[in-house]
């Protein structure tokens, strides 16, 4: 009786197992069913406000191809309307080390390696960024350590941090907007301080402080802090990639598709951004030219390639 039991316990754990595959994966009907249910919900949310000429637009991205999950279409549509366009990368993404280790073919990547994965994925969003058409001038590289921004803030806004993956406690990119600078919480605010004065940005995208994701945390709130001290907090539009578990669903390339709002971005004002088809598809080009992250993280990113993009004015519900 007990050995029936146990099989009976296996058996329905090994169904649950399958039906949460399916649901992550949602081949077929399980994806029809998806868009049924949420293309009317998506479809009720406010369309985001457009663009015009005399805009200056700014994403705040924490890693190389955040730019392209969360705003490729919208950065789109602002350049279609006579809009500058600018993107700041305040990490190199050097923190990734299963990226290094599926490139370099070995389980101990090690520093060099981890700082040649961050010039690779330098080099993957400038052309991501000539895919979308903005300017190679408009592109700024912070060079900050990845996975440590929040202890940047939290920990070391005045003493360096030292990156435990590239094992380098100040900027190591030539090419960045402050190299040598070292890496402190206060070298960083006054870095994307000096950003806002040269830019001057109408609008600001950055990441909501909801996001999973502590490097896209603090780059929200740092948004927040430094907007709120020039008075331009109604300038900024936030945005989540790191919304939940298994967000966006379902995973892989389903471009007819809306993208939800997020479980972690539940009560935020959420606005549409519609994409047509030829934004959605050059969407797709750039999210492939970041093709170390392609490797590992394809079918997450291919994920964020849909009919429309999400945007909230508020940062909080």
């Known amino acids: 009786m007990a050995r029936r039991r146990g099989r009976k316990r296996w058996m329905v754990l090994g169904v649950l197992l399958l039906g949460l595959f399916v649901w992550i ?3 077929g009907l399980t994806a029809l069913a998806y868009q049924l249910y949420y293309t009317p919900r998506v479809q009720a949310l ?4 457009g663009f015009g000429s005399s805009d200056r ?4 991205a924490p890693h190389p191809d955040d730019e392209v999950l969360c705003c490729a279409g919208t950065l789109q549509q602002a350049q279609g309307a006579g809009a500058q366009v600018y993107i700041a990368w305040l990490t190199s993404g050097d923190g990734f080390e299963w990226d290094a280790v599926l490139l370099r073919h070995t389980p101990d990547p ?3 390696a981890m700082l040649e994965l961050g010039q690779t994925r330098m080099q993957e969003a400038r052309k991501a960024a000539e895919v979308l058409g903005v300017p190679s001038e408009h592109l700024r590289f912070l060079g900050y ?7 940047l803030f939290l920990d070391y806004y ?3 941090y030292t990156a435990p993956r590239t094992g380098v406690n100040r900027v190591p990119y030539p090419g960045t ?3 040598g600078a070292l890496y402190t919480g206060e070298n960083l605010e006054r870095d994307v301080e000096r950003l806002f004065e040269e830019i001057r940005p109408t609008l600001v995208l950055a990441p909501s402080p909801l996001d999973a994701h502590p490097d896209h945390r603090a780059t929200g709130d740092l948004a927040l802090r430094l907007l709120g001290k020039r008075r331009e907090l109604d300038r900024a539009r936030f945005w989540i990639v790191h919304g939940g578990l298994e967000w966006p669903l379902p995973k892989g390339l389903h471009k007819s598709l809306p993208l939800e709002p997020p479980p972690r971005g539940h009560g935020l004002p959420w606005q549409r951004v519609p994409l047509q088809l030829e934004q959605v598809e050059r969407k797709l080009e ?3 030219a970041h093709h170390s992250q392609i490797l590992i993280l394809g079918r997450f990113m291919e994920a964020f390639v849909r009919s429309n993009e999400l945007l909230s004015p508020l940062p909080l519900p």
């Open 25 to 27: 994966n949602a081949p």
């Open 46 to 49: 406010p369309k985001a406000s």
């Open 57 to 60: 637009v700014l994403v705040l």
């Open 110 to 112: 090690g520093n060099r």
């Open 145 to 151: 350590p990845d996975q440590g921004l929040l202890r």
């Open 158 to 160: 005045y003493f360096p």
């Open 177 to 179: 907007l402050s190299p």
């Open 286 to 288: 750039a999210a492939r």
